[in-house]
């Protein structure tokens, strides 16, 4: 197999060729078709997140097919189409877990964070944890992204309540998919991009959001609910400003800068700031019946699976619309 491998953070990952991993009890293994690239990837790879173990090949946004059965697998076949996602085990006994949150699992193993993950040609991982894609319309590029930018935009959107007006901070991979659900579930979407962001937001626009406009604006009605899908904490204050009374701002990246002090006023009258951490099997069930329901357009980016590092820093950058998935 081949991967690209991240042995020091802050640094460019590094091609290798290893023998193709074995599965061991419980686990397939998959071939890759597509891994998208996520904003967790590059927080990986920056050391945002506390360390884990290296060296570690990255990517948690995986669609490939079957290749092997460990012993004892069952309701999964060979030549198969599975997702495999962020969410790659949990201990299954702790509080969370026994309580229906094993997202918030007191042992969890994160596929490209505490296992190996996508960025390679082929990944084994927890048969109980992939995802059966069955008769989803969608080819592997365009599949690849709903594994985390969708997964992680629909458990944000359920947590922002049914309200009809909803914000969207930072139009990227996640935003432009949940903009089309919520869309297709009779809302109206505010789209709030980097000031001055033209391609981004003529790309909202072209997605059929009802306003848009850069994060320092007002949009011209208070919203019901806002989603922080950008990783900057001051955009928290500039939400809870926007939203109604009772209205509710949901942070929806596993990692943010720091928040500001702002005064009390912005959260009186019941406003609400929550956070959205991780993803469970159900939130992949429910969400991939909407996306059969809704059929969002997916837009990528492909790469090459050895031009992961420019896809990472393309992604820094903001250099394009919706996702950027390797192909090996």
Same mark, same amino acid.
């Given at each position: 197999?081949?991967?690209?491998?991240?042995? &020091?953070?802050?640094?460019?990952?590094?091609?290798?060729?290893?023998?193709?991993?074995?599965?061991?009890?419980?686990?397939?293994?998959?071939?890759?078709?597509? !891994?998208?690239? !996520?904003?967790? %990837?590059?927080?990986?790879?920056?050391?945002?997140?506390?360390?884990?173990?290296?060296?570690?090949?990255? /990517?948690?946004?995986?669609?490939?097919?079957?290749?092997?059965?460990?012993?004892?697998?069952?309701?999964?076949?060979?030549?198969?189409?599975?997702?495999?996602?962020? =969410?790659?085990?949990?201990?299954?006994?702790? @509080?969370? !877990?026994?309580? $229906?949150?094993?997202?918030?699992? +007191?042992?969890?193993?994160?596929?490209?964070?505490?296992? %190996?993950?996508?960025?390679?040609?082929?990944?084994?991982? +927890?048969?109980?944890?992939?995802?059966?894609?069955?008769?989803?319309?969608?080819?592997?590029?365009?599949?690849?992204?709903?594994?985390?930018?969708?997964?992680? $935009?629909?458990?944000? =959107?359920? #947590?922002?309540? @049914? $309200?009809?007006?909803?914000?969207?901070? $930072?139009? /990227?991979?996640?935003?432009?998919?949940?903009?089309?659900?919520?869309?297709? &579930?009779? #809302?109206?979407?505010?789209?709030? *991009?980097?000031?001055? +962001?033209?391609?981004? &937001?003529?790309?909202?626009?072209?997605?059929?959001?009802?306003?848009?406009?850069?994060?320092?604006?007002?949009?011209?009605?208070?919203?019901?609910?806002?989603?922080?899908?950008?990783?900057?904490?001051?955009?928290?204050?500039?939400?809870?400003?926007?939203?109604?009374?009772?209205?509710?701002?949901?942070?929806?990246?596993?990692?943010?800068?720091?928040?500001?002090?702002?005064?009390?006023?912005?959260?009186?009258?019941? #406003?609400?700031?929550?956070?959205?951490?991780?993803? *469970?099997?159900?939130?992949?069930? +429910?969400?991939?019946?909407?996306?059969?329901?809704?059929?969002?357009?997916?837009?990528?980016?492909?790469? @090459?699976?050895?031009?992961?590092?420019?896809?990472?820093?393309?992604?820094?950058? /903001? #250099?394009?619309?919706?996702?950027?998935?390797?192909?090996?």
């Amino acid at each position: 197999m081949r991967a690209m491998v991240l042995h &020091q953070t802050r640094r460019p990952l590094v091609l290798e060729t290893r023998p193709d991993p074995e599965p061991g009890p419980g686990e397939i293994r998959v071939r890759v078709a597509a !891994c998208a690239v !996520c904003r967790t %990837d590059l927080h990986v790879v920056d050391g945002d997140l506390p360390p884990g173990p290296l060296p570690i090949v990255p /990517g948690h946004e995986i669609v490939g097919h079957i290749e092997a059965l460990g012993a004892g697998v069952c309701g999964l076949a060979l030549g198969e189409r599975v997702g495999v996602p962020w =969410l790659g085990h949990t201990c299954g006994t702790c @509080p969370y !877990c026994a309580g $229906g949150m094993e997202n918030l699992c +007191d042992a969890p193993v994160f596929t490209g964070y505490g296992r %190996d993950g996508g960025f390679a040609s082929h990944v084994v991982c +927890d048969a109980a944890f992939a995802v059966p894609l069955g008769d989803l319309a969608l080819d592997d590029v365009a599949a690849a992204p709903l594994m985390c930018a969708g997964l992680i $935009g629909w458990r944000s =959107l359920v #947590r922002a309540g @049914p $309200g009809r007006r909803l914000g969207l901070y $930072g139009f /990227g991979a996640a935003a432009h998919i949940i903009a089309q659900v919520a869309k297709g &579930q009779g #809302r109206e979407v505010y789209a709030f *991009t980097r000031p001055g +962001d033209v391609e981004a &937001q003529r790309f909202a626009r072209s997605l059929g959001c009802d306003w848009v406009g850069g994060s320092d604006e007002r949009p011209p009605e208070p919203l019901d609910a806002a989603i922080l899908f950008a990783p900057v904490g001051e955009l928290v204050p500039a939400a809870l400003g926007v939203v109604r009374k009772g209205g509710r701002v949901v942070c929806g990246g596993i990692h943010m800068s720091d928040i500001p002090a702002f005064p009390y006023a912005l959260l009186w009258q019941e #406003r609400e700031v929550v956070s959205v951490a991780n993803l *469970t099997r159900a939130d992949a069930r +429910d969400f991939l019946a909407a996306a059969r329901t809704h059929r969002p357009h997916v837009a990528t980016v492909t790469y @090459p699976l050895e031009a992961a590092n420019e896809a990472l820093e393309d992604l820094r950058a /903001g #250099r394009f619309s919706g996702a950027a998935v390797l192909v090996p």
